[in-house]
Nanobody, 122 residues
């Protein structure tokens, strides 16, 4: 059974940093593209970042230069380092796994975590 469990969310002030973690079980992380998505209240889920099985990364324009996605294949964990947080980064953040090498399309991600709340106050 595949499980993705996010952690590391919380309430921070604008300009602060957070690191989200996504621990995977039931799948071999190195064989999947891993992505982070987020959904703000009343808005659609949106792509944030992805890292392919070859460790190629891609970011949404809104987070480029502030967020960094990384993976620890030995530990079967994916991270999202978020710096210079803004109030508009407030959302539930989801970790997801895809068998497609490069994709920002949430429909291409077969496995999802339950999400972790990130709240950035101004």
């Amino acid at each position: 059974q595949v499980q993705l469990v996010e952690s590391g969310g919380g309430l921070v002030q604008a300009g602060d940093s957070l690191r989200l973690s996504c621990a995977a079980s039931g799948l071999t992380l190195s064989s999947f593209t891993m992505g982070w998505f987020r959904q703000a209240l009343g808005k659609e889920r949106e792509f944030v970042a992805q890292i392919s099985w070859s460790s190629t990364t891609y970011y949404a324009d809104s987070v480029k230069g502030r967020f960094t996605i990384s993976r620890d294949n030995a530990g079967n964990t994916v991270y999202l380092q978020m710096n210079s947080l803004k109030p508009e980064d407030t959302a539930v953040y989801y970790c997801a796994a895809s068998g497609t090498r490069y994709t920002t399309d949430s429909n291409q991600y077969a496995y999802w975590g339950q999400g972790t709340q990130v709240t950035v106050s101004s």
